[in-house]
């Protein structure tokens, strides 16, 4: 339980860093955002758990294929919003956005032959 406790401790700390920093930098809040922390950690976690390389292996490549269709939100918001689109409906279009891109990869994938 301890551990559990901790990786969640670790994980808040990153996001509370990240909307900390943005407030005053938003740039440098994007850079801590962008950087694969979150990866990392869950794949620092899965070692840990299960010494399987071929599960980090293939955790790697799934986070890979579904930061892709996640991009476009990072362009649809900030164009919603500067297009006096109001925060809410904004944020709520670009994650439609994403989740249908999420299902077109989870569609299209398998007809390249990669299996997630």
Known sequence: MLYAVIKALLSGVIVLAVSEVAKRYPGWGGLIASLPLISILGIVWLWRDTSDTARIAAHAEATFWFVLPSLP??????ALLRGNVAFWPALGASCLLTITLYAL??????????TL
């Open 73 to 78: 939100m990072f362009l649809v918001l900030p």
């Open 105 to 114: 990869m989870i569609w299209l994938l398998p007809r390249f032959g990669i």
